[in-house]
C-alpha cells in the first residue's frame, strides 16, 4: 500500500464545535475524498470553553475537547480520514488560554495561591507591576467593584465543583487563599449559615484585600492590568510558551497524536504574540523531529507539515530559519484580491471617499491616528510595562541613565504608531534593525524630533549594544509582543472599519492603501513564492475573513467602473439616505449589500429579504462598534445603533424602499456577472499557484459571507455532496466553482510536485485586450501546467455565465506551448484555461 504524504496537495478548513462534531466531519468524509482534498484541516480540537464556537479559548490542553467528541470521537473521525486516503492538520493555540468562569484549573490555582501557585509561571504575570501591589488584576467585574460589592453581588461561597470556598460572581468564581480558611469556618464546616456571616460589604471586602488578587471592573483594564491577554480580550490570558514545562504541557497530546499519526501537522495560531518565534518554531519542530521515525508503517514519514497564522506587511518576508512551511495564506489572499482590482479607478474612488466621509482617501493617515488611540486606551498598562523595561535598561547606564519612564512612553508610542509591520524579532542580542522598523523609527523621530535621544536608545536596545542581556531582553520582548497586538487591534479592528474606500480590499492581511496590483507584479510574486515557499498554504477565505471571497470578487468590479458607481451611489442617498446615519456608514452599507446580494434574491422575496436583514444587521453592529467613532463595544451608543438597525431593515422592506431594491438588483445585476467570473478566476488561481491550496468550509460554492459569526454559519453538505455528484455546472448555484474546483484538486493529486514545485513562468500576450488577460505555465521535470484567466470584464457586456465574444477580444491572443492560440478561442469554454501537457 502506498503510504500517502503528509505535505497536503490542498486542504479543506473545518470549524468544528458542539453542533458540528468529530462525528459531523466523519459523516462527510466521502465527501471531501471526492471533492479532492487530501487533508481536512481542524479548528482548535482541545478542550475550550463550554459552548466555543471556535475552540481558540481553550481551557485543558490535556484533553480533547470532549463537546466534539472527546479522545474517542477524534480517533474515529482520524481512522475514517486515512480509511478513504486523507489526513488531519490540527489548530493549535500557544499564545493564550480563556480565564474567567471557573474552568480553568491553572488560572484558578494562581488566583488561590498567587506567584507561589505552581502554574504562576504558566502565564505572562507581572506581580510586581506598581499598579497591583504583587497581586492579579482581574477585570471581570460588570461595574465599579465599590458598587457591586455594595449591591451584594460577591458572595462567599463552598463551591462543591471546586471543592473549595470561592467569592462568587456570576458565572465567575474566586477561590479563597488557605490561609483564610480556618478564619472563616471557625471550627465548623462551610455551610451557608457559616458563610452568611460574611455577607457585610466591609467584611467582605477586608476578606478579599487579602486574597491574592484585586476584582475590579472590566473597564480598568486597560490601565491597570498586569498580565499579557490576547489582544484586548480579559478572557483570555497570554501564556508563557518560551518555559519548557510551559511548552511541553501545552504540547504533549498534540505531539502524542503526531507520534500516533493521527495527525500531519499543525497550524499555528497568533506566532506574533510569542516572546521568540524563531525559538518556539525550533522547539516545536525539533520535538516533532524526535517523534517522525516512531510513527506507524502506515503513517507518513516527510512531516509534519507545519504553517503559522502570520500576516506580513508589504515587502516583508518570514524569516528564512523559522522551522515552518509557510503562512497559513492571508499574504496570497492579498495579493490575488489587488490583482482583481483596476488601478485606473482609484482617483475617482478616492474623490468619492473623501467627498462623502471627510476623512483622508490616504489609508496611512487612517492607522496613524487608530494605533496611538489604541496603545494608549485598550493597551495603556502594557505600553507602561514596555517603558518601565527600557527605562531599566536606561537606568544602569550613565549615558542613558536621564532617558525617564515618560520620555521612553511617548517615544515607544511614536515608534510603533509608525511600524508597518506587527513586531521586530529582536530578542535582545545582536540584531540588524529590519527595514520596516527602520523606517519607522526614522518617521517617528521626523514626527517627535525632542525624543529623538529616547528613539534612537531603543534602536540600540533593540540592535543588542545597550544595557545588559536580561534586561535588555525583557525590554525587547515586552515591545514586541505589545507592537503585535497594536497593529491587529488598531489596524484590522479599528482603521479598517473607519476606512471604506472600497471594502473589498479591507481584509485580514490586506493593504487597504493599495488598492491594485499590476499583472506583472502579481506573476512576479509567485516566482518569489516557488522558489522561497513553495508549500505555504493559500487561502481567499478564513473564519476570520470581514467579508468572503465572493463578496470581495465582486466589489473588486466597482474599482473598473467607478463613475457608474458615483452616479448609483449619489441616487441612492437621494431616494434612501436618512440623516441620522452618517454618512461614511451608509456608504460602507451601500457597499455591504451590493457586496452579499444573493444571485436568486428578488425585491419581492420578503422572505429572503429579511434573512439578508439580520445578517446585515449583526455586521453593522460590529462595523459600528470596532470603528470607535460613534459607538463602542465600550461604551454602545445604542441611539445611534438603533437609528442604523431602522434604515438598514427599511432599505430591505419592499413595502418602505421598493425604489431603492428596484434600483440596487439592476446595478447588481449590472457588475454580479464580472464579479462572479473574479470569484472563478479566484479560485482557479489558488489551486495553480505555488502553494498548498486551502478551501474553507463551504466555499466551493458562492461565499457571500459577512463577518462572524455570519461566516461561521452551518454548511448545507447535502446539497454539495448532490452537486458534486450529479456533475453540475450551473453559476447560479456555484456549481460551476465547485466543479472547477473538483478539477483542479485531481490534477493536482495526479502531479502534486508539479503544483508544488514547478517553476512559473509568464505566457506572451498580444493584442488590443491583453491588459485583460492572466497567463503562466508551470514545468517541472518535462511536465507542463498552462494556465490563462480572465481580468478586469465590467465594460464586457455580458450576462451570468457568459464570457466576452470575438469581437470584444479583437486581436488578443496567448502563446501556449509555442503556438499563439487566440483569447476568444481560450476562454469560449468560460473565464479559465487550464492545460496539462508533456
Not at 143 to 171: N, R
Not at 473 to 492: D, F, T
Not at 822 to 829: C, E, H, K, M, V
Amino acid at each position: 500500500m502506498r503510504v500517502r504524504s503528509a505535505i497536503p496537495t490542498a486542504t479543506y478548513r473545518l470549524q468544528l464545535h458542539k453542533s458540528f462534531t468529530f462525528a459531523g466531519a466523519q459523516a462527510r468524509m466521502d465527501y471531501f475524498a471526492a471533492l479532492g482534498v487530501s487533508h481536512l484541516y481542524l479548528s482548535p480540537i482541545l478542550t475550550a470553553r463550554a459552548g466555543s464556537m471556535h475552540g481558540y479559548d481553550v481551557i485543558d490542553h490535556r484533553r480533547i475537547n470532549p463537546e466534539l467528541g472527546g479522545e474517542a470521537g477524534f480517533r474515529a473521525l482520524a481512522a475514517a480520514a486515512q480509511a478513504v486516503g486523507l489526513g488531519l492538520i490540527v489548530d493549535i493555540v500557544p499564545n493564550h488560554m480563556a480565564v474567567g468562569a471557573a474552568d480553568n484549573p491553572f488560572w484558578l490555582d494562581v488566583l488561590e495561591h498567587g506567584r507561589a501557585s505552581i502554574h504562576a509561571r504558566m502565564f505572562d504575570i507581572d506581580f510586581d507591576a506598581p499598579t497591583t501591589d504583587g497581586k492579579v488584576l482581574v477585570p471581570t467585574l460588570g461595574e465599579p467593584y465599590g458598587k457591586v460589592l455594595a449591591d451584594g453581588g460577591l458572595e462567599l461561597i463552598w463551591d462543591k465543583a471546586l471543592g473549595k470556598l470561592a467569592i462568587a460572581y456570576g458565572p465567575h468564581r474566586f477561590p479563597i487563599r488557605p490561609e483564610d480558611y480556618a478564619e472563616i469556618i471557625d471550627g465548623g464546616d462551610a455551610t451557608a449559615a457559616i458563610l452568611s456571616r460574611w455577607r457585610a460589604p466591609q467584611a467582605l471586602h477586608d476578606l478579599l484585600g487579602r486574597q491574592h488578587y484585586r476584582l475590579a471592573w472590566w473597564r480598568t483594564a486597560g490601565d491597570l492590568i498586569n498580565w499579557r491577554r490576547f489582544f484586548d480580550v480579559n478572557e483570555l490570558a497570554g501564556l508563557r510558551i518560551e518555559d519548557e514545562a510551559v511548552f511541553e504541557q501545552v504540547h504533549a497530546v498534540t505531539l502524542g497524536l503526531y507520534a500516533e499519526g493521527l495527525i500531519d501537522g499543525v497550524r499555528i495560531d497568533h506566532v506574533d504574540g510569542l516572546a521568540d518565534p524563531a525559538a518556539y518554531l525550533s522547539r516545536l519542530q525539533g520535538r516533532f523531529d524526535t517523534l517522525t521515525d516512531r510513527r506507524p508503517p502506515h503513517a507518513p514519514r516527510d512531516g509534519p507539515y507545519v504553517v503559522i497564522e502570520k500576516i506580513l506587511g508589504h515587502g516583508e518576508a518570514l524569516p528564512p530559519e523559522w522551522s515552518v512551511h509557510g503562512t497559513t495564506g492571508y499574504d496570497f489572499m492579498n495579493e490575488v484580491s489587488a490583482l482583481q482590482h483596476d488601478a485606473s479607478g482609484e482617483p475617482e474612488l478616492n474623490r468619492l471617499w473623501e467627498d462623502l466621509s471627510g476623512r483622508s482617501a490616504d489609508f496611512r493617515v487612517e492607522a496613524a491616528i487608530a494605533r496611538p488611540e489604541i496603545l494608549n486606551g485598550a493597551f495603556a498598562a502594557q505600553l507602561a510595562a514596555c517603558a518601565r523595561a527600557f527605562a531599566a535598561v536606561a537606568g544602569s547606564d550613565l549615558s542613558t541613565r536621564d532617558l525617564g519612564v515618560e520620555t521612553l512612553r511617548r517615544a515607544l508610542t511614536a515608534l510603533i504608531s509608525q511600524l508597518s509591520v506587527y513586531r521586530t524579532y529582536a530578542v535582545g542580542g545582536p540584531y540588524a534593525i529590519a527595514p520596516a522598523v527602520g523606517e519607522a523609527l526614522n518617521a517617528a523621530r521626523l514626527a517627535q524630533p525632542a525624543d529623538r535621544p529616547a528613539l534612537d536608545f531603543i534602536a540600540e536596545v533593540l540592535s543588542g549594544r545597550a544595557g545588559e542581556i536580561v534586561p535588555r531582553a525583557e525590554a525587547v520582548r515586552r515591545l514586541n509582543q505589545l507592537s503585535a497586538p497594536v497593529a491587529a487591534k488598531a489596524v484590522e479592528d479599528t482603521a479598517f472599519y473607519r476606512y471604506s474606500r472600497l471594502l473589498s480590499r479591507n481584509d485580514v492581511g490586506f493593504e487597504a492603501g493599495r488598492l491594485a496590483t499590476p499583472a506583472a507584479d502579481f506573476l512576479a510574486s509567485g516566482q518569489t513564492r516557488a522558489e522561497t515557499a513553495p508549500l505555504a498554504m493559500l487561502t481567499t477565505a478564513t473564519h476570520d475573513h470581514k467579508r468572503g471571497e465572493d463578496v470581495r470578487a465582486r466589489l473588486a468590479v466597482l474599482s473598473e467602473v467607478p463613475g457608474e458607481w458615483r452616479a448609483v451611489v449619489e441616487h441612492w442617498f437621494t431616494i434612501a439616505g436618512d440623516d441620522r446615519v452618517a454618512r461614511d456608514d451608509a456608504y460602507a452599507a451601500f457597499q455591504t449589500l451590493v457586496g452579499a446580494w444573493p444571485l436568486t434574491l428578488t425585491v419581492d422575496d420578503r422572505e429572503g429579504l429579511a434573512a439578508l436583514a439580520d445578517r446585515v444587521a449583526g455586521w453593522r453592529e460590529k462595523a459600528v462598534r470596532e470603528a470607535k467613532l460613534r459607538s463602542s463595544w465600550a461604551a454602545p451608543d445604542t441611539d445611534y445603533e438603533a437609528d442604523n438597525q431602522a434604515w438598514l431593515r427599511g432599505l430591505l422592506d419592499p413595502g418602505m424602499s421598493r425604489g431603492f431594491l428596484e434600483s440596487l438588483t439592476q446595478f447588481v445585476g449590472r457588475i454580479a456577472p464580472a464579479g462572479a467570473i473574479n470569484g472563478l478566476v479566484q479560485a482557479t488561481l489558488r489551486c495553480t499557484w505555488p502553494g498548498i491550496p486551502d478551501l474553507y468550509q463551504g466555499d466551493e460554492l458562492w461565499d457571500f459571507s459577512l463577518v462572524d459569526p455570519d461566516n461561521r454559519r452551518p454548511v448545507d453538505y447535502d446539497l454539495r455532496a448532490r452537486l458534486l455528484a450529479d456533475g453540475a455546472r450551473d453559476w447560479t448555484s456555484g456549481a460551476v466553482k465547485q466543479a472547477m474546483i473538483a478539477r483542479l484538486l485531481a490534477l493536482r493529486r495526479a502531479d502534486p510536485a508539479l503544483f508544488t514545485h514547478g517553476a512559473l513562468t509568464a505566457l506572451p500576450i498580444r493584442g488590443a485586450r491583453a491588459a485583460h488577460v492572466l497567463a503562466f505555465e508551470r514545468r517541472l521535470d518535462g511536465c507542463r501546467l498552462a494556465v490563462a484567466v480572465v481580468l478586469h470584464l465590467a465594460s464586457a457586456d455580458i450576462h451570468l455565465g457568459e464570457t466576452p465574444d470575438a469581437s470584444w477580444w479583437s486581436d488578443t491572443a496567448v502563446e501556449v506551448d509555442g503556438a499563439w492560440r487566440g483569447a476568444a478561442d481560450l476562454f469560449s469554454a468560460g473565464p479559465v484555461f487550464v492545460q496539462v501537457g508533456a
